[in-house]
């Protein structure tokens, strides 16, 4: 077991006020924490007119998740302004009867039996990234950040459109997303010149994803998620199947949810590993045994459990999505506290899983709690993917996809941090690792 403690933000030694919070968290969301929020379980704050308060232990995550489902429904309203320009009433923004409609549609698509199927996508994708990263000169430095946003962009891509899309295409996604992201920042939010922007950035995209859902089915699309979703389609009863806009923004939603999350999760694994030589030594020698010499497959995911125990520590030391936002649609009470309607309640997966009272040592790296031998933690205390009905439907895909890029890439390469190099974070929407982190490669 590793002594690694992996950088996090200074601590603020108490609570800051609500224009010190507001200014640090438009730069960085994981610097106004205060130490002693790490021990609490309720938090009830006043921001500027705005009542908010943070669950902050299982009990409490479940009531809002599951109890109390209904009424924490809807996602924060910062969340959904900058959304919907682009994804209109796609999955992770909208709620009640379309999103249940659209969940219970698409939820077949992601099972065990689907998934096996796009995993031979990631394998190939991944092959081909091991092909390209075989010509670079040994000891070179690379971007790992770009270089997993690549990677996971072409398997979502190919997953959702086939492999016969266009490079230009994929350009076109990729640098239209990438757009629409610099828009979104939250510093430039909200403003009228923010939404034009952010209407004009998003167009682009649309009009690549129509042009391919008005394409249909075609033999180049066979078994992907367009031509599953396209089954669905019923433009003259949405009641009973999803218009063509509704497929779009399914489709848009899925890119957006599914590659950058997955690509920050691989980058800090790098990281963490590179850090940690006994936790590289085990992860070589499990890749080394279960892959040895030929192309993986989707069976070998069941064997490579350390690596799986890595990603699954990756994600709860660093949650590409840090913090979850809800809406309360009508009045409750929690621990004799009244949350009025329409107050916001935060659900933080970078507080609680690194909660004292949950965790072990919970600022160290320890893949090891995540090994099947180990005790599981409590299902919300643990949150990388959020939980209850609204529980990402991508869960098991990027679990997948992550442990066999990783498994192959490591199969393959080492990667190490250039000496006196340090490494921070950046956390606006998603977090990720700061400078898009210069690593050096080599062959094994
Ligand atoms: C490591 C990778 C990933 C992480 C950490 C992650 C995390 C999350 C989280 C936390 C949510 C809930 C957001 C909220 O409540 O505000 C969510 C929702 C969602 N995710 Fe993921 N995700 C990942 C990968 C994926 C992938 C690969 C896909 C698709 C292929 C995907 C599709 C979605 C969708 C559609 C939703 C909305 C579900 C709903 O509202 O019912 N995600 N994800």
């Known amino acids: 077991m590793t002594d690694f403690i992996p950088p996090y933000p200074e601590r603020p030694a108490e609570y800051l006020g609500p224009l010190e919070t507001i200014k640090r968290a438009r730069n960085d969301l994981l610097s106004i924490w205060p130490e002693i929020v790490f021990t609490r379980e309720f938090i009830s704050l006043k921001i500027l007119n705005y009542s908010v308060f943070i669950a902050n232990c299982p009990e409490i995550v479940r009531h809002i998740f599951v109890t109390n489902q209904t009424n924490y429904e809807r996602k924060g309203f910062v969340m959904r302004s900058v959304l919907e320009p682009l994804a209109g009433d796609g999955l992770i923004i909208s709620d009640g009867k379309t999103w249940h409609k659209h969940k219970r549609l698409e939820a077949p698509l992601f099972t065990p039996d689907y998934v096996t199927k796009y995993s031979h996508v990631m394998i190939q994708t991944t092959s081909e990234c091991i092909q390209r990263w075989a010509t670079i000169t040994p000891g070179s430095t690379i971007a790992v950040l770009p270089e997993m946003a690549k990677l996971t962009a072409e398997i979502i891509c190919r997953t959702l459109f086939g492999s016969e899309l266009t490079t230009q295409q994929i350009e076109q996604v990729v640098e239209g997303f990438a757009k629409y992201q610099a828009v979104m920042l939250p510093k430039n939010f909200p403003s009228l010149l923010w939404k034009r922007k952010a209407k004009a950035a998003a167009k682009g995209i649309h009009e690549v994803v129509d042009h391919l859902i008005a394409e249909g089915v075609t033999k180049s699309n066979e078994g992907t998620l367009l031509s599953l979703l396209l089954k669905l389609r019923n433009d003259d009863d949405?009641?009973?199947?999803?218009?063509?806009?509704?497929?779009?923004?399914?489709?848009?939603?899925?890119?957006?949810?599914?590659?950058?999350?997955?690509?920050?999760?691989?980058?800090?694994?790098?990281?963490?590993?590179?850090?940690?030589?006994?936790?590289?030594?085990?992860?070589?020698?499990?890749?080394?045994?279960?892959?040895?010499?030929?192309?993986?497959?989707?069976?070998?995911?069941?064997?490579?459990?350390?690596?799986?125990?890595?990603?699954?520590?990756?994600?709860?030391?660093?949650?590409?999505?840090?913090?979850?936002?809800?809406?309360?649609?009508?009045?409750?009470?929690?621990?004799?506290?009244?949350?009025?309607?329409?107050?916001?309640?935060?659900?933080?997966?970078?507080?609680?899983?690194?909660?004292?009272?949950?965790?072990?040592?919970?600022?160290?790296?320890?893949?090891?709690?995540?090994?099947?031998?180990?005790?599981?933690?409590?299902?919300?205390?643990?949150?990388?993917?959020?939980?209850?009905?609204?529980?990402?439907?991508?869960?098991?895909?990027?679990?997948?996809?992550?442990?066999?890029?990783?498994?192959?890439?490591?199969?393959?390469?080492?990667?190490?941090?250039?000496?006196?190099?340090?490494?921070?974070?950046?956390?606006?929407?998603?977090?990720?690792?700061?400078?898009?982190?210069?690593?050096?490669?080599?062959p094994r």
């Not at 979850?324 to 329409?342: Q, T």
């Not at 606006?428 to 700061?434: D, F, G, I, N």
């Open 238 to 442: 949405p009641e009973n199947g999803l218009t063509s806009k509704q497929i779009r923004n399914e489709l848009i939603v899925l890119f957006l949810a599914g590659h950058e999350t997955t690509a920050n999760t691989l980058a800090w694994s790098w990281y963490l590993i590179s850090q940690c030589p006994e936790v590289e030594q085990r992860l070589h020698q499990e890749v080394d045994k279960v892959l040895a010499n030929r192309t993986a497959t989707f069976d070998d995911f069941s064997q490579l459990n350390y690596t799986q125990a890595i990603i699954e520590e990756t994600l709860r030391l660093y949650p590409p999505i840090p913090i979850l936002s809800r809406e309360a649609k009508e009045k409750d009470f929690i621990r004799n506290k009244e949350v009025p309607a329409g107050s916001t309640m935060l659900i933080v997966p970078w507080l609680l899983h690194r909660h004292k009272k949950l965790w072990d040592k919970p600022d160290h790296f320890i893949p090891e709690r995540f090994l099947p031998n180990a005790p599981k933690p409590d299902k919300y205390a643990y949150i990388p993917f959020s939980g209850g009905p609204r529980v990402c439907i991508g869960k098991f895909f990027a679990t997948v996809e992550t442990t066999l890029c990783l498994a192959m890439l490591a199969r393959n390469f080492r990667l190490t941090i250039p000496e006196g190099q340090t490494v921070s974070h950046e956390c606006r929407l998603t977090l990720r690792p700061s400078d898009n982190l210069p690593m050096q490669i080599t």
